[in-house]
């Protein structure tokens, strides 16, 4: 065993979770700010530390922009009361929540989040798999017993209702998205991520080559994280927030960290399937210098911000689908959709290559 | 440590398979279907042992991410009761006991035809994912297209009998 790539590999793992877990608090804040924008309020703007809240310019801007407003809902979610109800099935109350969140950050794992660092063999990947997409499919497929767990061990009619909508909802969408993303590799030749991205660097990004496969993965990403267009495991109006009714306090927010998680993780997949991952038109060699490798991650950093903002723009601006309707988008129009894709881009690629 | 992790997932794979079957604990059908789970995801780790990683990753897609979340389904959706309460079925336990009769004899029979393990036990399909496509499409075209048309069968059954009025 190669004692410095475990160690670089558990200082990747332990950078990438708190880099995570600091986007989530802030894409909750980001969340609130555009949601008040869009509907015309002010948002969260109260929240202040003691002593830097009072810090005459700067301290203030920072409360209203609510950038301590993490802090306080973290702490709201850690104090208070853990409630149980009696007539729960125990273990999988309690197991439910971890199940939801693990998947989301195991994604993250083959996800390259930029070219290398310092050393060329230092590459920024947690784990360079040659099947890469396969096994973040395979991942993301396991995040949906976190949520029929939840409704099954919650033992009551809402949150069993939500659990079986989401089972049924999740694999039909990931049917759509597996399909999707076939193009891509047709196209590009390899599964593994950071060839991939190779290939957008001299090639140019997917997006232009696969247009539709994109639409449909962006469309089923938002079914897979139970986002709006698509909650209804957790439709307020008709579930009382399905899965979750019964939950509360850090098992509560441990559900909500797993959606976020799962928006990142969708984000950065996207950045890397479509969007040329670290590259950027004018930077398409690996780094040699530390400082481009920094700047590769940040590049990358910020293509996954403006993803993550539509994520939340089309929450605010669109209505929920009704039941029926989201199963007849899944399975009659992008199945379909999605094999026609394939095979255009199939008889295309076999037509140009003779 | 190769086979430290092979014994650890071997082991893992039995006790989730033993448990599946036969829990002292619990006879709540979704237990054991959450067992299931667990067994077909520490042989997606045998897989990985292997140097299998495509065939790893496709169990664990298909089978954990897509078969047992369909069981799932199908159980929360029948009455739970009464399978709980269901002891012994003769039947059963004969049916059972011929096919893994039948099954241990192909095992023992593979097992005694293939080669004994030489020296150089390393695996060869390094990253399978090309020679396993090439494969499949080439040598084994027709086994693969059959298998494709049963499922396809089988699916149309589905459909049929799903149809409330026949004409």
Redesign the interface.
């Known amino acids: 065993m190669d004692w410095n790539f475990i160690f670089f590999s558990a200082v990747k793992i332990v950078c990438v979770i708190g880099a995570v877990l600091t986007m989530f608090a802030y894409s909750v804040l980001a969340e609130r700010k555009i949601s008040a924008f869009i509907q015309d309020r002010v948002g969260p703007n109260r929240a202040a530390l003691p002593l830097i809240g009072s810090v005459p310019v700067v301290g203030r801007f920072l409360t209203r922009l609510g950038f301590w407003q993490p802090v306080a809902d973290g702490l709201k979610a850690i104090l208070k009361e853990d409630f149980t109800p009696s007539y729960v099935r125990k273990v999988y109350f309690w197991l439910a929540p971890a199940i939801a969140l693990i998947p989301s950050f195991l994604t993250v794992a083959v996800i390259p989040f930029g070219s290398t660092l310092g050393n060329p063999n230092n590459k920024m990947v947690i784990a360079d798999l040659d099947v890469g997409i396969l096994y973040t499919f395979g991942i993301v497929s396991l995040g949906v017993y976190g949520i029929v767990l939840a409704g099954y061990a919650a033992n009551s009619k809402y949150p069993f209702l939500g659990g079986i909508r989401s089972s049924a909802q999740m694999i039909s969408y990931e049917i759509a998205m597996g399909m999707s993303v076939v193009p891509l590799f047709l196209i590009a030749g390899n599964l593994n991520l950071g060839k991939l991205i190779e290939y957008q660097a001299h090639h140019g990004w997917l997006i232009c080559y696969a247009p539709v496969s994109f639409f449909i993965f962006l469309v089923s990403a938002f079914a897979e994280t139970n986002r709006l267009p698509f909650d209804l495991p957790e439709c307020e109006t008709e579930l009382v927030a399905g899965y979750n009714t019964e939950y509360s306090s850090m098992k509560f927010a441990l559900f909500f960290m797993g959606e976020y998680a799962n928006m990142i993780a969708a984000s950065s997949m996207m950045v890397v399937l479509f969007f040329g991952g670290w590259t950027f038109p004018g930077l398409t060699t690996p780094a040699d210098a530390l400082a481009t490798g920094l700047l590769h991650i940040g590049i990358f950093i910020g293509k996954m911000l403006l993803l993550m903002l539509v994520f939340i723009w089309v929450r605010w601006m669109l209505p929920r689908f009704r039941y029926d309707q989201l199963m007849d988008l899944g399975w009659r129009r992008f199945i379909p959709l999605a094999l026609a894709n394939i095979l255009v881009c199939a008889t295309w690629l076999w037509w140009t290559m003779k | 440590?190769q086979d430290l992790f092979f014994y650890l997932f071997a082991f893992l794979t039995l006790l989730c398979a033993f448990l599946v079957v036969a829990n002292p604990f619990s006879r709540d059908p979704?237990t054991s279907a959450?067992f299931l789970?667990l067994t077909i995801v520490s042989m997606a780790g045998l897989f990985v042992l292997l140097h299998a990683?495509?065939l790893a990753?496709?169990q664990?897609?298909v089978y954990?991410?897509?078969v047992m979340?369909?069981f799932?389904?199908v159980i929360?959706?029948l009455d739970l009761k009464e399978e709980q309460r269901r002891r012994f079925n003769g039947f059963g336990v004969v049916t059972g006991v011929i096919s893994i009769a039948a099954i241990a004899a192909i095992f023992v029979k593979a097992i005694f035809e293939s080669p004994a393990p030489g020296g150089d036990a390393t695996p060869t399909l390094e990253?399978a994912?090309k020679p396993l496509g090439r494969m499949l499409f080439n040598d084994y075209v027709l086994p693969f297209e059959i298998l494709s048309v049963l499922l396809l069968v089988a699916m149309v059954g589905v459909i049929l009998l799903s149809k409330k009025d026949l004409k």
């Open positions: 440590m979704v959450m789970v990683f495509f990753a496709v664990i897609l954990a991410g897509a979340v369909l799932l389904f929360m959706l990253g994912t």
